[in-house]
């Protein structure tokens, strides 16, 4: 049973292309998140959010929208892709007792993104 | 400048050989993470720690609050230990993440 899933597992796409990468979690935790690995394999958070509250990093660039059905679902929503976005993004659930990511944190298999 | 230095950024180890990978951050922390990055991409959680340290097989985690310095260490070291080691703080709601260190044991 996988803990943190995410579809697709890879995508490529063309420039300007709006797309959809998919994060469901089934170890019934408050908050999740979304995080970026770059070409030189440098991770950043992008977005965590629970119930109550959307933080987002203010380097990510606002076609990114997180997308939240209930609670064990964190959909990322890309506009206008550019090919500064090919990357891996990783999607990651905690418990959320303490919110935030000073709790351990359960990663999904990342989605391998390429826009040409 | 990254506000998480790790070091060294690249390690190669002898099957059985005691490695240890550093950790030091400028600002101040509610947490610090160690994590594993396997070959294949996967992101795995090794350690979750805010003081003191913390032990699980193998693995022994360290942090220094006034030094803001943590360590971790591998006893016995695998080829199967080869991977990623990310260090990550926690602060203000936000994630910072170090710029790894690659470790490579060989047999």
């Known amino acids: 049973d996988t803990a943190v899933s995410q579809t697709p597992k890879y995508l490529v796409t063309q420039m300007g292309n709006d797309k959809s990468i998919k994060c469901e979690q089934n170890l019934g935790h408050d908050t999740m998140y979304w995080y970026k690995q770059d070409s030189k394999k440098f991770l950043k958070i992008m977005f965590s959010y629970n119930n109550k509250e959307l933080i987002i990093n203010e380097t990510v660039p606002n076609r990114f929208s997180p997308k939240s059905p209930d609670k064990a679902h964190l959909n990322l929503h890309i506009n206008s892709l550019e090919l500064g976005d090919s990357a891996v993004y990783f999607c990651?659930?905690?418990?959320?007792?303490?919110?935030?990511?000073?709790?351990?944190?359960?990663f999904g298999p990342g989605t391998r993104l390429l826009v040409l | 400048k990254n506000e998480v230095e790790q070091s060294p950024q690249n390690l190669t180890a002898q099957e059985g050989e005691f490695i240890t990978i550093n950790c030091s951050y400028s600002?101040?922390?509610?947490?610090l993470h160690w994590l594993q990055q396997h070959p294949g991409g996967g992101i795995v959680s090794l350690f979750m720690?805010?003081?003191g340290k913390k032990k699980h097989g193998r693995l022994i985690a360290t942090i220094n609050i006034q030094e803001k310095h943590s360590s971790l260490h591998i006893t016995a070291s695998h080829p199967r230990d080869s991977a990623v080691y990310i260090c990550a703080v926690s602060l203000a709601g936000n994630l910072i993440f170090g710029k790894g260190t690659k470790l490579s044991v060989k047999p």
């Open positions: 720690l805010s003081s």
């Open positions: 600002v101040g922390i509610s947490a």
């Open positions: 990651a659930s905690s418990p959320g007792t303490s919110g935030g990511p000073q709790e351990t944190q359960y």
